[in-house]
């Protein structure tokens, strides 16, 4: 009798819960929103223009000025000319590290896309990772925009930040909301101490 009651917790275990359609709504917006913020912050390193002040554009990638007609631009790639103070290695930091928070969400996406499709006994725990991932990338493109930022503090006016400026900053808002809504809907659907009785 108690080895046909250890077989049957083991089968109760290892038994998917079942998700309610509340649930699977959330988890599917979640997905949705942390797809938007990897399209955006891709946008924005790949264009990495993100101040314009004074006649200068500055970049992640490239210092532009205006020439001698006010549409056109002259961009170099050496970041020194724009005579600011660590400009050359404080942007190869901040460009790694926001490039780096793109290839760390696709993964955490992955993960979370996964979690949702391949639904097993870890598919919990991958969304886990998921969201762990997505926090992280938030981390890192926030300390790219504020790297960005303490750089160029002498530079910086509200109407100055270009459209790409935002679509990282809402970006990695995205990042933290997502990848904290994420770990606390696994936390409230089931919780992990319920699944150390098992």
């Excluded at 108690?2 to 089968?11: G, K, N, P, S």
């Amino acid at each position: 009798m108690t080895a046909i009651a250890v077989q049957a917790q083991r089968l109760l275990a290892h038994r998917r819960p079942k998700k309610s359609f509340f649930e699977t709504l959330i988890r599917s917006l979640i997905i949705l929103c942390v797809a938007i913020a990897v399209v955006l912050s891709s946008i924005s390193v790949c264009d990495g223009h993100w101040l314009f002040a004074k006649g200068k554009l500055f970049g992640l990638w490239h210092f532009c000025t205006l020439g001698n007609s006010s549409t056109s631009l002259k961009c170099v790639t050496d970041l020194n000319q724009a005579n600011v103070e660590g400009m050359n290695f404080g942007m190869v930091l901040a460009r790694s590290v926001v490039s780096l928070a793109v290839v760390v969400a696709i993964f955490g996406l992955e993960l979370l896309m996964v979690s949702q499709v391949c639904e097993d006994t870890n598919s919990r725990r991958k969304w886990s990772m998921g969201s762990v991932l997505i926090f992280l990338s938030f981390l890192l493109s926030s300390s790219g925009v504020l790297t960005f930022l303490i750089l160029l503090k002498d530079h910086i006016t509200f109407l100055g930040f270009t459209l790409t400026f935002w679509c990282e900053f809402i970006s990695a808002c995205l990042f933290f909301l997502n990848g904290m809504s994420g770990l606390h809907i696994n936390n409230i659907t089931y919780p992990w101490n319920r699944a150390r009785k098992f």
